[in-house]
């Protein structure tokens, strides 16, 4: 009996939980009004040990790319698929215990079901509205929240009471007669349960998506084939447009689309901020405190212009978590000198609006004035999903190492560990030498010389060190050096090309690359924890003449 009361009071937690989740959803596109599956997740995300994240992270790549997803594309889509799971899972096992729990004295408390049920969605909504109202993101009113909230958990927890007191053997006093006719009753009970689930859950879950809308969230930085822009968005030619080395078909795109930049960040949805009412106090051990807005950063300070390629510290070899576009802003050394440091001071403590944190060591902002507290890219102010109104950026670092929606910078003499960090990644982040093949373009064989040549091409990257040779090697043959276009600057990635004298059969190419200073790149594979993968990039083909 205790496991059909169990099983029972499953299958009505996920009827009653499912329309929850659907009608929160069309709430949250309609009105912004809280979302408890993200806010959950969220909360959990940070609670969690780092290794215990960090593997939910890893196994979360691992999965898209053994279904062959994009793992820039698809990693946000997946993280709140699982955050939306995790929620219905809970609000299944708590009905399933009050099924078990209540079940014991079903005939003793059956009239005092609905207030039970009641009880149980507090039990369930407290917490949540205690985490949409202090780590939520909605714009709402908290009071208007927590009413929305209590509605519906109530509204919960009393259809979880109702399916209780219909399916319950010992307390279903409107059917009277045989154990047959009991059940037969709540069979029938439990499909109009299901059938009005079904359909609160389409109509809501339906709407929700046809209203979702994330501006700028492409995330397919590592794109393979597309467009080669000419100029950037300010209509300027690119510094490197006379040279003769041309991407083969199929390399990424030089210049990343905005649209296409690769979005990372720990909550699952961006962070959004009012440019109009943002400031950035700027305290701790300064002679001078700060408050600036936007304009003072676009308006106050010398304003820097950087072509910027940044890479993701979580990504594999191969990855499409890396991008590259013009980064505006002001040097970091500018705003400390106005703010005047104290001797004393070493570190910089950055805090964003999504709970991340980071500190930068000040000497290396003394030692590189290309450090840049940055308010546009391509011209344009920093789109909501990549750090809007600020974000900082620091050359040869992975970006774990560079906060988005700065809300606060504090001078200090203490090390504090930064976000990830605290978690088990590298304190320092450095850019490991990487080269990926993005195209064997088989399909854009030429002929040259009495020879077919195969374009094979990609990009390597070293952080701010540069690249000076790139190799590729078919099969086991020998090492051949391919040909590097210019780079838009020295703090971007390298597009590589290889004309390869075609060969008919199955072949499998490898490549390598070394830095600026000839140093070549690990060719050992390393997961990317703790301090960013290493190993060599391989593509195969199957070429027919």
């Given at each position: 009996?205790?496991?059909?009361?169990?099983?029972?009071?499953?299958?009505?937690?996920?009827?009653?939980?499912?329309?929850?989740?659907?009608?929160?959803?069309?709430?949250?596109?309609?009105?912004?009004?809280?979302?408890?599956?993200?806010?959950?997740?969220?909360?959990?995300?940070?609670?969690?040990?780092?290794?215990?994240?960090?593997?939910?992270?890893?196994?979360?790549?691992?999965?898209?790319?053994?279904?062959?997803?994009?793992?820039?594309?698809?990693?946000?889509?997946?993280?709140?698929?699982?955050?939306?799971?995790?929620?219905?899972?809970?609000?299944?096992?708590?009905?399933?215990?009050?099924?078990?729990?209540?079940?014991?004295?079903?005939?003793?408390?059956?009239?005092?079901?609905?207030?039970?049920?009641?009880?149980?969605?507090?039990?369930?909504?407290?917490?949540?509205?205690?985490?949409?109202?202090?780590?939520?993101?909605?714009?709402?009113?908290?009071?208007?929240?927590?009413?929305?909230?209590?509605?519906?958990?109530?509204?919960?927890?009393?259809?979880?009471?109702?399916?209780?007191?219909?399916?319950?053997?010992?307390?279903?006093?409107?059917?009277?007669?045989?154990?047959?006719?009991?059940?037969?009753?709540?069979?029938?009970?439990?499909?109009?349960?299901?059938?009005?689930?079904?359909?609160?859950?389409?109509?809501?879950?339906?709407?929700?998506?046809?209203?979702?809308?994330?501006?700028?969230?492409?995330?397919?930085?590592?794109?393979?084939?597309?467009?080669?822009?000419?100029?950037?968005?300010?209509?300027?030619?690119?510094?490197?447009?006379?040279?003769?080395?041309?991407?083969?078909?199929?390399?990424?795109?030089?210049?990343?689309?905005?649209?296409?930049?690769?979005?990372?960040?720990?909550?699952?949805?961006?962070?959004?901020?009012?440019?109009?009412?943002?400031?950035?106090?700027?305290?701790?051990?300064?002679?001078?405190?700060?408050?600036?807005?936007?304009?003072?950063?676009?308006?106050?300070?010398?304003?820097?212009?950087?072509?910027?390629?940044?890479?993701?510290?979580?990504?594999?070899?191969?990855?499409?978590?890396?991008?590259?576009?013009?980064?505006?802003?002001?040097?970091?050394?500018?705003?400390?000198?106005?703010?005047?440091v104290q001797p004393e001071a070493k570190y910089l403590h950055i805090r964003s609006g999504d709970g991340?944190?980071?500190?930068?060591?000040?000497?290396?902002?003394?030692?590189?004035?290309?450090?840049?507290?940055?308010?546009?890219?391509?011209?344009?102010?920093?789109?909501?999903?990549?750090?809007?109104?600020?974000?900082?950026?620091?050359?040869?670092?992975?970006?774990?190492?560079?906060?988005?929606?700065?809300?606060?910078?504090?001078?200090?003499?203490?090390?504090?560990?930064?976000?990830?960090?605290?978690?088990?990644?590298?304190?320092?982040?450095?850019?490991?030498?990487?080269?990926?093949?993005?195209?064997?373009?088989?399909?854009?064989?030429?002929?040259?010389?009495?020879?077919?040549?195969?374009?094979?091409?990609?990009?390597?990257?070293?952080?701010?060190?540069?690249?000076?040779?790139?190799?590729?090697?078919?099969?086991?043959?020998?090492?051949?050096?391919?040909?590097?276009?210019?780079?838009?600057?020295?703090?971007?990635?390298?597009?590589?090309?290889?004309?390869?004298?075609?060969?008919?059969?199955?072949?499998?190419?490898?490549?390598?690359?070394?830095?600026?200073?000839?140093?070549?790149?690990?060719?050992?594979?390393?997961?990317?924890?703790?301090?960013?993968?290493?190993?060599?990039?391989?593509?195969?083909?199957?070429?027919?003449?």
């Amino acid at each position: 009996m205790r496991r059909l009361r169990l099983g029972t009071g499953a299958l009505v937690g996920a009827l009653a939980t499912a329309p929850l989740i659907a009608v929160m959803a069309l709430a949250y596109r309609l009105a912004n009004l809280p979302f408890s599956p993200f806010d959950f997740f969220d909360w959990v995300t940070r609670v969690l040990p780092g290794r215990v994240v960090t593997f939910g992270i890893d196994s979360m790549i691992w999965s898209l790319e053994k279904v062959g997803l994009s793992v820039a594309d698809a990693a946000k889509t997946a993280e709140r698929s699982v955050a939306v799971i995790q929620f219905f899972v809970v609000g299944v096992v708590l009905a399933a215990l009050f099924f078990a729990v209540y079940g014991m004295g079903a005939s003793r408390h059956a009239r005092r079901g609905a207030v039970a049920g009641l009880v149980l969605g507090v039990l369930f909504g407290l917490p949540m509205a205690v985490l949409g109202v202090t780590i939520g993101q909605s714009p709402v009113a908290p009071a208007w929240s927590v009413l929305w909230l209590a509605v519906l958990y109530l509204a919960w927890g009393w259809v979880v009471a109702w399916g209780f007191r219909r399916t319950a053997p010992a307390v279903a006093p409107e059917v009277a007669g045989t154990a047959e006719a009991r059940a037969l009753d709540r069979r029938h009970f439990l499909i109009r349960l299901g059938t009005a689930s079904a359909v609160v859950t389409v109509a809501g879950a339906g709407v929700a998506e046809l209203l979702r809308v994330y501006p700028g969230e492409g995330g397919g930085g590592a794109a393979r084939g597309g467009a080669q822009a000419t100029v950037n968005g300010r209509g300027e030619p690119f510094p490197n447009a006379g040279d003769p080395v041309v991407p083969a078909p199929g390399t990424r795109p030089e210049y990343t689309p905005l649209d296409d930049f690769y979005s990372v960040f720990i909550r699952t949805e961006p962070t959004k901020l009012d440019g109009a009412s943002w400031e950035l106090p700027v305290t701790g051990l300064v002679d001078n405190p700060l408050r600036l807005t936007l304009d003072d950063f676009k308006n106050r300070y010398p304003s820097r212009d950087q072509y910027v390629t940044i890479s993701c510290i979580s990504g594999r070899i191969g990855t499409g978590l890396i991008s590259t576009t013009m980064w505006t802003g002001v040097p970091l050394q500018s705003v400390l000198d106005e703010a005047g440091v104290q001797p004393e001071a070493k570190y910089l403590h950055i805090r964003s609006g999504d709970g991340y944190y980071e500190t930068v060591d000040l000497d290396l902002v003394a030692r590189d004035p290309r450090i840049m507290l940055c308010h546009s890219w391509d011209g344009k102010p920093l789109p909501s999903d990549h750090g809007f109104p600020l974000r900082i950026w620091i050359p040869d670092r992975y970006g774990m190492k560079q906060p988005k929606w700065i809300t606060a910078i504090e001078v200090s003499a203490d090390y504090v560990p930064g976000y990830w960090v605290e978690r088990g990644w590298d304190r320092e982040a450095r850019v490991k030498e990487t080269s990926v093949i993005d195209t064997v373009a088989v399909r854009s064989a030429y002929r040259q010389g009495g020879r077919m040549l195969v374009p094979v091409g990609g990009i390597a990257f070293s952080g701010a060190k540069g690249i000076s040779k790139v190799e590729v090697q078919v099969d086991d043959g020998p090492w051949t050096q391919a040909k590097l276009r210019q780079p838009l600057s020295e703090t971007t990635w390298v597009v590589w090309r290889y004309d390869w004298p075609l060969e008919e059969g199955h072949h499998t190419f490898t490549v390598r690359c070394a830095d600026g200073d000839g140093k070549p790149q690990i060719e050992t594979t390393h997961a990317q924890r703790p301090s960013g993968a290493t190993g060599l990039d391989h593509e195969k083909a199957n070429v027919k003449a």
